[in-house]
């Protein structure tokens, strides 16, 4: 079983970063992607970010360019480097374990975090 705590949330103003973190324990973690999805009030959840190995990630298209995701593994460790922040980034983020399937689809990860709460104000 895999357990996974995010970290690195807050308030911050439009324009400015946040790392988000999520330590995973559990299984040997490099042999497993790790992706980011978020959740605002009154939506649906939505895919982020996933990377695969170091060399293989994938993003949707409102963050390209701005959200970085990459891992350390000798931490255990994936981190979601998130910039130039909008209003629109505002909610809860996720980090969860993709067992295979379609890379943004909700089904296609299990062992989610807890999630941390990352709001942008105008």
């Known amino acids: 079983q895999v357990q996974l705590v995010e970290s690195g949330g807050g308030l911050v103003q439009a324009g400015g970063s946040l790392r988000l973190s999520c330590e995973a324990s559990?299984?040997?973690?490099?042999?497993?992607?790790l992706g980011w999805f978020r959740q605002a009030p009154r939506k649906e959840r939505e895919f982020v970010a996933l990377?695969?190995?170091?060399?293989?990630?994938y993003y949707t298209d409102s963050v390209k360019g701005r959200f970085a995701i990459s891992r350390d593994n000798a931490k255990n460790t994936v981190y979601l480097q998130m910039n130039s922040l909008k209003p629109e980034d505002t909610a809860v983020y996720y980090c969860a374990q993709f067992v295979g399937g379609i890379y943004y689809a909700v089904t296609s990860y299990n062992y989610w975090g807890q999630g941390t709460q990352v709001t942008v104000s105008s």
């Open positions: 559990g299984r040997t973690f490099t042999n497993y992607p």
């Open positions: 990377i695969i190995s170091y060399n293989s990630t």
